[in-house]
């Protein structure tokens, strides 16, 4: 039978570095894919894929399961990820507001155009980092990441109303550059 | 329920309403609204357009990378416990083989080298003076001894010591007498 990741978990604590690789082999892409997609830079998704591991690593002493495994672990990620974006703006020194939804460049396109879906890729990956961070993050997490309401609340600190608010906000935005493209979506 | 109560839940409807009411309520309205169905059909479309940004490799070198990394942790984090617990046996050896070398070890514990001889002249000078005590007691049996006393008595120079018995002759015999019994 497979381990569990917190049976995995408790195997790393006792030094079994099998239990590590294994949990690492289970997660890997999905963490990957978490930063790279709020981030939108394969390098720093990297650079934030290794650093949440060596994390997951260290704290494997002190773990203690009180939500789902990957509870946990997104949280490390969305913390790791809002952190780069803070040292980016402050690096920039722009102000940014974080609920206001910028304009996207597909906006001036016409929206009868037949696109390819590698066109509608690109756009789809434009409209979704256009999208502010808390708005950004809710969608990637129960979008791409199948995560419920509840979890989503659980990993940004906030309740399943606000979550479901910000969502619709998202989807809101999303239907006004998405729903009108003509061609292969699926 | 009118357009805006519909819009306002079509995100939670388009996820699945686990309130089946509140769902059958929104359907209903949909039925019968060209423009909230228009409305619910764009944001649909748009929400599943998402599913075309599929999940990306990420590079064979990461996972290498990684566990790299463990590795090093790991050896550090020993390296952490070692060095201190190898640097303590050491101190606690040397100590020990610097003791036990120099011989400085007695019943009482250790003691300097700087305080030995003064200890052992102490010891010394105890076991002689009570050798010497007894083995000079029959002077007091020897007549010499006392006539010596009374050359040292009639010293002038040596004011401290007085004549201060007038039988002098008779309280030495009696004295040698006593000793003898």
Known sequence: MEDTDIALMSRIKKGDTKAFEMLLFRHQRSVYNLAFRFLNDEGEAEDITQEVFIRVYRAAKTYTPQAKFTTWLYTIVKNLCFNAIRNKKSAEIVPIDDEAIPEIASKGDDPSEILSKGQIKERVIKAVNALPENLRIAVI????????????????????????????????????????????TK | MDCQDVKNKLSVYIDGDPDKEQASLVEDHLRGCQICSYEYRRMLKAWETLDLWEDAEPPAYLRKSILYRIKKEKTVKSLKVLIPAAAVLIITAGIFL????????????????TQEPLFQAKKDAEEVNEEEIISNLHILQEKDFYDSLDILKKIDYLPLVEEPYENKDNEKSSFLESLSV
């Open chain 2, 98 to 113: 610097f003791y036990e070398g120099s011989g400085l070890k007695d019943e009482k514990g250790l003691i300097t080298k």
């Open chain 1, 141 to 184: 997490l129960m979008k791409f990441q199948g995560l419920s309401c509840e979890e989503v609340g659980n990993i940004l600190g906030c309740s399943v109303n606000a979550v479901k608010l910000r969502v619709h906000r998202a989807k809101e935005y999303l239907s006004r550059e998405l729903g009108d493209l003509k061609g292969e």
